[in-house]
């Protein structure tokens, strides 16, 4: 009889173990599953990872985070930097645009930055033709070798392609402000969505990159919303009825960005490489680390993928500008920030 009754219990208690498996489980199961599809649309959960090395800045970084916080802080949008778009410390000017300075550039004001542009390749083409064949320079040439070796690079290795590495930057420091106030609303919600995924609070700030939190933006890529999700992307991560563009909810995107990153993440492995895959695609980063190997700053260097170019390289960087500046924005804002107040329960749609 006592045989028989511990037989039962032990029966009742294998059943319980073999129907019931904990959430951990199930997840772990989601995490090592490839095909994204069918597992992370459905799913109301999170993959599982530990996270460690939580946004590394390695010092070959530096230079592109720094050239980031003036452009999100220091430079106003009537600003323009002239810099080399690989070697990110390298800037031959910040010129001041004449006259009013809107948020979009006139057509007058684009053809003087695009002919500031052809200046500073044509003195780089021209410096470079006259050091390799010995011929005599100028006082602006030697002006201009001087700030070169003043960023401390080789001067051959940095003057060789110089002329076609020319990029322009307007500063952004009016839109970052403003993104700051903004964020203010929707801050609480988003840091406790991605605690309650279990992911750093901080991506939450990646909208800063992203749309500077504007709602309704749109990209000539056809991403839309404060998190920037392309259709695709949007089914996969914030799957819905179909009958409202999620994408244009801030705290529905937010979520979808959330499961996004997690799943990025468990695939890549570290957060330089995990957050740079929202601009370049996971895909994208399993190859640049095949390639490169699993050192984010020769990936940033040395990768040469097709579609990996000056966005791709710079966003982790930017990412950990707006992250600097977010955590003290007193010293980038001294006339202080006006942050908006967050949103009351229930609300979720912000479209502006």
Same mark, same amino acid.
């Given at each position: 009889?006592?045989?028989?009754?511990?037989?039962?219990?032990?029966?009742?208690?294998?059943?319980?173990?073999?129907?019931?498996?904990?959430?951990?489980?199930?997840?772990?199961?989601?995490?090592?599953?490839?095909?994204?599809?069918?597992?992370?649309?459905?799913?109301?959960?999170? #993959?599982?990872?530990?996270?460690?090395?939580?946004?590394?800045?390695?010092? !070959?970084?530096?230079?592109?985070?720094?050239?980031?916080?003036?452009?999100?802080?220091?430079?106003?949008?009537? !600003?323009?930097?002239?810099?080399?778009?690989?070697?990110?410390?390298?800037?031959?000017?910040?010129?001041?645009? #004449?006259?009013?300075?809107?948020?979009?550039?006139?057509?007058?004001?684009?053809?003087?930055?695009?002919?500031?542009?052809?200046?500073?390749?044509?003195?780089?083409?021209?410096?470079?033709?006259?050091?390799?064949?010995?011929?005599?320079?100028?006082?602006?040439?030697?002006?201009?070798?001087?700030?070169?070796?003043?960023?401390?690079?080789?001067?051959?290795?940095?003057?060789?392609?110089?002329?076609?590495?020319?990029?322009?930057?307007?500063?952004?420091?009016?839109?970052?402000?403003?993104?700051? !106030?903004?964020?203010?609303?929707?801050?609480?919600?988003?840091?406790?969505?991605?605690?309650?995924?279990?992911?750093?609070? !901080?991506?939450?700030?990646?909208?800063?990159?992203?749309?500077?939190?504007?709602?309704?933006?749109?990209?000539?890529?056809?991403?839309?919303?404060?998190?920037?999700?392309?259709?695709?992307?949007?089914?996969?991560?914030?799957?819905?009825?179909?009958?409202?563009?999620?994408?244009?909810?801030?705290?529905?995107?937010?979520?979808?960005?959330?499961?996004?990153?997690?799943?990025?993440?468990?695939?890549?492995?570290?957060?330089?490489?995990?957050?740079?895959?929202?601009?370049?695609?996971?895909?994208?980063?399993?190859?640049?680390?095949?390639?490169?190997?699993?050192?984010?700053?020769?990936?940033?260097?040395?990768?040469?993928?097709?579609?990996?170019?000056?966005?791709?390289?710079?966003?982790?960087?930017?990412?950990?500008?707006?992250?600097?500046?977010?955590?003290?924005?007193?010293?980038?804002?001294?006339?202080?920030?006006?942050?908006?107040?967050?949103?009351?329960?229930?609300?979720?749609?912000?479209?502006?």
């Amino acid at each position: 009889m006592q045989f028989g009754l511990l037989l039962m219990i032990a029966l009742v208690l294998n059943a319980c173990s073999s129907t019931s498996p904990s959430v951990n489980h199930e997840r772990t199961a989601i995490y090592r599953s490839t095909d994204q599809s069918s597992t992370i649309s459905t799913q109301k959960g999170y #993959p599982p990872a530990t996270y460690s090395g939580v946004f590394q800045k390695p010092g !070959e970084l530096e230079p592109a985070v720094e050239f980031w916080r003036k452009t999100y802080a220091v430079w106003h949008r009537s !600003e323009v930097a002239f810099h080399d778009d690989r070697y990110m410390d390298v800037i031959y000017e910040v010129m001041v645009l #004449p006259g009013y300075v809107a948020e979009g550039l006139t057509s007058d004001q684009k053809a003087i930055v695009s002919q500031r542009r052809d200046f500073w390749k044509v003195q780089l083409a021209g410096l470079e033709n006259k050091l390799r064949y010995n011929a005599p320079l100028n006082a602006n040439d030697r002006q201009l070798i001087a700030k070169l070796q003043s960023s401390g690079h080789q001067l051959n290795k940095l003057l060789n392609g110089a002329s076609e590495r020319v990029r322009s930057q307007r500063g952004t420091r009016e839109r970052f402000k403003r993104g700051r !106030e903004i964020s203010g609303r929707y801050a609480p919600q988003f840091r406790k969505i991605f605690r309650n995924a279990g992911l750093p609070e !901080e991506l939450a700030l990646l909208p800063h990159v992203e749309s500077s939190f504007q709602p309704a933006a749109k990209s000539s890529a056809g991403a839309v919303g404060m998190w920037q999700f392309t259709k695709s992307a949007a089914k996969t991560f914030m799957p819905g009825n179909g009958r409202i563009d999620q994408r244009l909810d801030p705290v529905a995107s937010a979520h979808g960005a959330a499961r996004y990153l997690s799943y990025a993440y468990g695939k890549l492995g570290d957060w330089p490489t995990a957050i740079t895959s929202y601009n370049h695609g996971i895909g994208g980063m399993k190859r640049a680390q095949s390639q490169a190997g699993r050192n984010f700053s020769n990936i940033v260097a040395a990768y040469n993928g097709p579609a990996f170019g000056f966005a791709s390289r710079n966003y982790y960087a930017q990412f950990l500008a707006a992250r600097e500046i977010a955590s003290n924005p007193k010293q980038y804002f001294a006339e202080g920030v006006q942050y908006e107040s967050p949103l009351g329960a229930g609300q979720y749609l912000a479209v502006e």
